[in-house]
RNA sequence: GCGCCCGUAGCUCAAUAGGAUAGAGCAUCGGACUUCUAAUCCGAGGGUUGUGGGUUCGAUUCCCGCCGGGCGCACCA
């Protein structure tokens, strides 16, 4: 049964168009401005091709069509074609009772299907930094919300656990450990990992081995320092990720691919269909025959595996593992890997619209007025770890949420710190801690709540905003599917927080003197928060019930 | 040179699959706490949406040119 309001009006001006123009076509419901009633619709300005006339006297025969439907106090129509909708206040209350009757905003189950959303990958070749955390954040939040939908989503994060960058991370390591020992004239490679973390893992390996590998290099010590570099390293990622709250149902280390076959598998279907062929000692993938870019090696000379290819091979795994559709976050930088990736796909036979790339632009960090440069392998970043320690987990994760992954942003850290009580995430937050008081308040009153009575009382202005705005909660959850942004769910929260507060400045909550009224507006207060809970624990920020 | 992304208030960002008067926060100015948390609310100023065209009832949004910025263009990942 259909209680949400845009719901409610959809079908019934779907109806309305049905029959009045005799086909149907997408048309938009939205809160409408202010001075134009509660709700307005464009259908008649989408219609008007359709039914050869014009907006103004579709918009006239629709309103005719509509008189006798028991939703509207009034239609009205205004100057382009736009239908205005005033609600009967008993329309309006309807989704106030069902939430306050569940004590919960029962989200319709749209999403169906197996989907995987694969982020936060890195070579665990240094700790995260604050750019992994935007994509953290992004893909964990963007997993809440398909999963509030209904869709059956696997969070994972693949491990860079193979290749040319682990076996540089292993001889940087051995440098630094030998450093460590005293031994001179020896520099970590040009390309190899300056960062600090590296020497601090040197001391704690050169602790627990002391001199056994001092100026000892061979296949199986490069092998040793190899491993132990990387799960230092993943550990504290690891540890990273959960301060964070970020967390994976799934581990994927490239190496398995090697392992387990996979990759052979991919190599064999690829040469049965001819988009492979040998050059210069080297394997290459048939990238022209697909989309305009040049052919890329899968093989190198001397043997090894490129990414290209493991990649190939961890997306031929997605898609045996039957997941309908997977979405991975990339930052920009990887834009590049994006056609070669899709023409791999096809060259599979895996259908268009499986592989989904998310692709979110750097973040810049600003300190005073100079621009923080950061480069993994010249040791000059911040890492998360320090971001989250300096502005606490919920500003970091509302900051990230908040900013289009499409939107260069730019991280001013003295801002984030010295002013963070500026930070929105705190408007909404002391919202729900404001709700929370109100219920203290009511019961040292005694006052009594009574959930599901008295909402007819509802009449003011500010009432019936906050009304219509818990009525959208649904509408902000597919924004964050459709545009793949979890910016659309910060800023109805704000939105929401917004028209609570107004009404909380306009309306005397808890009276005394007029219990039944009060006991209204806890009711509208309730629902409000029910939002504001689920909507934080979607963004992964907390609801404190004091601030 | 080629490709991807971006250009909106002084700053950081929004603006739903083209919609009505382009919105928030910070900053600036002026109001509101003897009553539920002033981390709030009410109001003011601030914009030729980089620029020039095009498409149509209507463009910040779509198309083309130009200017400016970020990022790619590896047998790195």
Redesign the pocket.
């Known amino acids: 049964m259909i209680f949400l309001l845009r719901e409610l009006l959809k079908l019934e001006l779907s109806n309305a168009v049905e029959r009045v123009v005799g086909q149907t076509y ?1 048309f ?1 419901v ?1 809160i ?5 009633g509660d709700f ?1 619709t ?1 259908a008649a ?2 219609g ?1 091709r359709y039914a050869r006339k014009s ?1 103004m006297q579709l918009a006239e025969q629709l309103r005719e069509e509509l008189k006798n439907s028991e939703l509207f106090e009034s239609i009205q129509i ?5 239908i ?1 909708f005033v609600m009967k206040r008993s329309t309006l209350l309807r989704v106030l009772h069902r939430i306050i009757e569940l004590d919960n905003y029962p989200v319709n189950k749209i999403g169906t299907g197996k989907i995987q959303f694969e982020y936060g990958s890195a ?1 665990p070749t240094g700790p995260f930094t604050v750019g992994h955390g935007r994509q953290l954040v992004i893909g964990d939040v963007l997993s809440n919300v398909f999963r509030e939908l209904g869709y059956e989503v696997t969070r994972e994060m693949y491990i ?1 656990d193979a ?3 682990i076996k540089l991370l292993g001889r940087s390591l051995w440098v630094r450990y030998n450093q460590i020992l005293g031994v001179k004239d020896i520099d970590i490679p040009e390309d190899g990992y300056h960062g600090q973390y590296l020497i601090d893992i040197a001391e704690k390996l050169a602790d627990e081995q002391k001199d056994r590998y001092k100026e000892k290099w061979d296949d199986q010590v490069s092998q040793f320092f190899e491993r132990y570099a990387v799960e230092s390293i993943l550990k504290d990622m690891k540890e990273d990720l959960m301060e964070l709250g970020c967390s994976f149902d799934v581990y994927f280390s ?1 190496k398995s691919l090697v392992s387990d076959g996979t990759v052979d598998q991919v190599l064999k279907i690829l040469e049965q269909k001819g988009c492979t062929y040998w ?4 394997l290459w993938f048939k990238v022209s025959e697909f989309v305009e870019e ?1 052919d ?2 899968l093989i ?3 043997g ?1 595996l ?3 290819l493991t990649d190939i091979a961890y997306h031929y795994n997605k898609y045996k593992r039957g997941f309908s559709k997977v979405y991975d976050i990339w930052g ?6 994006i056609p070669r990736m899709m023409a791999a796909m096809k060259a599979l036979g895996i259908e268009d619209g499986f592989l989904n790339v998310i ?1 979110h ?2 973040v810049t960090l600003k300190r005073g007025e100079e621009i923080v440069r950061m480069s993994t392998r010249a040791g000059e970043f911040v890492t998360l770890q320090e971001l989250r320690e300096e502005v606490g987990v919920d500003a970091t994760r509302y900051f990230f949420a ?3 992954p ?5 991280f ?1 850290l003295d801002l984030a710190k010295e ?1 963070s ?2 930070n ?1 995430v ?2 909404v937050q ?1 919202a729900h ?2 709700i ?3 219920f ?2 009511a019961r040292h009153k005694s006052v009594l709540f009574e959930k599901g009575k008295d909402m007819e009382l509802l009449s003011d202005k500010s009432e019936l905003d906050l009304i219509k705005r818990i009525d959208a909660f649904e ?1 902000a959850l597919k ?1 964050v599917a ?2 793949l ?1 979890p ?2 769910l910060t ?1 109805y929260l ?1 939105q929401l927080a ?1 028209d609570f ?2 009404f ?8 005394q003197d007029n219990p039944r009224l009060s006991n209204a507006r806890l009711n509208l207060s309730y629902a409000t928060m029910v939002i504001l809970r689920k909507g934080l624990a979607l963004l992964g920020v907390s609801a404190p ?3």
């Open positions: 997408s938009e939205d409408a401005p202010q001075g134009f307005a464009n300005l989408v008007a907006p205004a100057k382009p074609g736009f205005n070579n860079n290749g040319r960058q490239e050059k210069d000692d080297a040049d890329k090696v190198k000379k001397d090894s490129t990414y290209f920009s930088d990887h834009h590049g890997h692709l632009q750097f908040m900013i289009d499409n939107t260069h942003m730019i001013d002013r009580s500026d929105p705190y408007y002391y801690a404001r929370c008081s109100l203290e308040q509408d924004d459709r545009t942004s910016c659309k800023q704000e917004y507060h107004s909380y400045t306009k309306c005397l909550i808890v009276d019930e004091k601030m």
